[in-house]
């Protein structure tokens, strides 16, 4: 059972940065793609970046690109995502999944992904 914990998450005036980490517990972090979501009080769960288990590959959704970065530590069995120039619309509760399912490719569909962690609030001031 693969175990997910994220942290950093807070309150950020528009403009700052924030980083998110996941841990990840219980299994081969190494050979999961990672992915972090965000979902916003009344509206559905969206991707927002994600990993590739081997590295090379990553996505960014069209709204964070430029502005996010997702980055991975397989020896510390951690994921980070780094907000930069957060804006009142990233706010939302922010979670990290791992996909073990889909070596091929880089999963982005939330259905694809394994497990998840509880999640972290971030909340950007205008």
């Known amino acids: 059972q693969v175990q997910l914990v994220e942290s950093g998450g807070g309150l950020v005036q528009a403009g700052g940065s924030l980083k998110l980490s996941c841990v990840a517990s219980?299994?081969?972090?190494?050979?999961?793609?990672m992915g972090w979501f965000r979902q916003a009080p009344g509206k559905e769960r969206d991707s927002v970046a994600a990993?590739?288990?081997?590295?090379?590959?990553?996505y960014y959704a069209d709204s964070v690109k430029g502005r996010f970065t997702i980055s991975r530590d397989n020896a510390k069995n951690t994921v980070y995502l780094q907000m930069n120039s957060l804006k009142p619309e990233d706010t939302a509760v922010y979670y990290c999944?791992?996909?073990?399912?889909?070596?091929?490719?880089?999963?982005?569909?939330?259905?694809?992904?394994?497990?998840w962690g509880q999640g972290t609030q971030v909340t950007v001031s205008s």
């Open positions: 990993m590739h288990w081997l590295g090379g590959r990553t």
């Open positions: 219980g299994g081969t972090f190494g050979s999961y793609t």
């Open positions: 999944a791992a996909d073990m399912s889909h070596p091929l490719y880089t999963a982005v569909n939330d259905r694809e992904y394994d497990y």
